[in-house]
């Protein structure tokens, strides 16, 4: 059965990695979006979110990364997305708009070389 | 009849299937959590071979059309989806996944490609949220979704009977948008009776993809 997403979180040189395993819909965009905003401390420069794993990705979900970049940069931080080429969410998020708001990166090597 | 030689357990992968032949006849063989089950190679609904299929959660999808069956019981959990689709929900969040579960399988049967059905699916999914969020006070709660393809075409039909409540905020107002982006044709019709959203879109030959 696919599930709805769970969020997988890392860090990687200081930075938060969340892979965001599963589907995002109406239902569970909110409690998502409460658990990446505790990933951030003061002192994080980035949040990353792995799209790669994620199944499903409605305009909730879309709507929450929308609100995350905003709240990132008026605290001077910055959201990645990691969208692999060829996914199909792809799509939705350059139809939104969502890939001028956040950087995209086709990798989460990429997204950290940004930040280094 | 005695005991005849299918295969050696280690030719068969915890959580998959393979296909043999005992004597002329086709046999499926599955292992799920250690066990080893059988049922007969072809699905009961045309000619197809189910260890071609898809495994999950102790099921086995048949690769023609997506009919169901469990693994443990051989009892069919779903009927081929080569019909049109007229389904109806509670109008509640927690219907969303079932829809979209539903509707991809039935995409998939239908020969969408994977793109062609996500898409098909985040716009249908949009207009379900409408009838969810906005469409309903006390009363009444329930939501159909019907589903036809004719000449190539899908045709979604999302219809629920309450009263449509123009999008407020930039998410809904996004929802919309993403749907007509996504669609070829929308339609959104509501009247004192209810709401119907209607979306078309041409699927891609398979050969042409």
Known sequence: MRQLARIVAETHDGIPVARLEGEVDMTNAQSLGERLRGLLTNRSVALVVDLGPTTYLDSSGITL???????????????HLVVPEGSPIARVITITGLDQTAPTHPTVERALERER | MAWQKAASLSEIDEGGVIGVHVGATPVALYRLEGAVYATHGICTHAMAILADGFVEDGKIECPLHQGLFDIRSGKALSAPLTEDLRTTWPARPES??????????????HGASEQEAYDILVACQEACANAVEHAYGPGRAHFDVDVTHRAARIRVTVRDEGRWREPRGSHRGRGIALMRSLMEHVDVDHT????????ERALTPADAA
């Open chain 2, 192 to 199: 004192d009776d209810g709401t119907v959203v209607v979306l």
């Open chain 2, 96 to 109: 969303l996944v079932g829809v979209r579960h539903l509707l991809r399988r039935w995409l998939r049967a």
């Open chain 1, 65 to 79: 990364l929308f609100g995350l970049a905003q709240e990132l940069r008026l605290r001077q931080q910055r959201l």
